[in-house]
């Protein structure tokens, strides 16, 4: 190896170098002593180690290798422009490592100008929001704004609710038919009403009703009186007969109380004060946990009404009894009282308050076969299903008393429940419950 070669190659490598792009650090002198000195000063101090001294032949030895090995290194492998000497490549990934750490620091600091100008503008001007969050936050302004105690925007809402049959809706040659039915789940029993011709035998669309009606479309299970065939005699003195087809005798203590119950409140629209129970043509029904029974009498009820909801949202109204309420009372109720008692239910049950809870009834005067009820001034009643419900409630309510007509006062009501409910006009009690059309 020559001189020559040796120094060109130094020069070579000079270039090299001289040509990699500048590594220049961002920070200022003083961050950078800072940064160096607090490293200092938090590292652990550690013991010094001993010096040895290396013999001056040992260290001259060592200096003379270190010269020769990369020259015979380079005389072997020629170095050419394609190679890269290790040094420059640290000093390249050195430099990225710099220049990723300066975007970095770039776009947080951007961030953070732009959440400083944010929380200056929102101070000046208010939160900045999105149409999408404006508009929710204008309909939860426009319904905490809504009256609290008007009726039909609770949460009891009811979205379709079936009304009852009044005198005005039956032509002169119509007649009605209620047939019991009821919701297996829930053992509640709902009275349904038909309209049918005055020519039409009462009984025998009775039993025709409670075996072919569809009642699954609305979420009520079958009559639990279909297997009943039904005799009345209408030139012959005596109760009303029911015969039955099948065996009761080994049903249940829900099913049984089903029938009995289906059977009291068919007497109520029958107009029929005692029913005679037969079976395999004697007197007598061997009747789930009742036993033996041989009639049933007309219940008198003044337990008040409530609402029932089916699991397709049909919404009725069902006395007390047929609910399985039992409010024990230590003597006969007034009316007043059964209202307020009609203002809730018990957490077991599966019927709704036919009155809300928001409703005040400051009044109720009596005369002869009249009532008047009076609400609270307050009171605002929207024509929906939910205002509806109440009304025809307090009315079968009134009938059970043996009043024959109910007059409002004090309540606003809208448009068109203003018209069928005039205030203080009296209202004749509906002729029966949950109109079934068709």
Known sequence: MTKRYHDESEEQIKRYIHQLPRIQDARSKAEVYQKVRKQWDDAPQK??????????????????????????????????????????????????????????????EESENNQEETFQAEREEGPVVSDEEEESVNKQAEISQEPAVEIGETTMAFERYTEAVRTDDLQKDEQTVTVPFYDADTAVVVPLTFIIKVEENMMEAFEEISEDYAAANIGLHRSALEDVDWLNHPDEEG????????????????????????????????????????????????LGKYGLMENVEQRKTQQGYYVY?????????????????SEEYEKEPTFAEVLENM???????????????????????????????????????????????MLEAILFAAEDFGFEHVSFLGADMENELAQDYPAGEPMEVPVAPNYIEG
Request: proline share 6%.
């Open 47 to 108: 013991k010094r180690r001993p010096v040895w001294l290396v013999p001056s032949l040992s260290a001259a030895a060592l200096l003379l290798l270190f010269l020769l090995v990369p020259a015979l290194f380079m005389e072997r492998v020629p170095f050419t422009a394609s190679d890269q000497p290790k040094q420059p490549e640290s000093a390249n990934q050195q430099q990225a490592q710099e220049s990723d750490k300066a975007d970095e620091e770039a776009v947080q």
């Open 343 to 389: 203002k809730t239910a018990e957490e077991s049950s599966s019927v709704d308050p036919a009155i809300p809870e928001g409703v005040t009834i400051e009044n109720v005067s009596e005369e002869g076969g009249s009532v008047q009820v009076v609400f609270s001034e307050d009171t605002s009643l929207a024509d929906t299903p939910r205002s509806r419900a």
């Open 239 to 286: 109760p009303l007969e029911a015969m039955f087809e099948r065996d009761m005798s080994a049903m249940s203590s829900s099913e049984s109380d089903v029938v009995v119950k289906s059977l009291e409140e068919s007497l109520r629209f029958m107009n029929e004060n005692e029913l005679v129970l037969e079976s395999n043509g004697k007197r007598g029904v061997e």
């Open 309 to 325: 909801t089916t699991s397709e949202n049909e919404s009725f109204l069902v006395s007390g009894n047929a609910s399985g309420l």
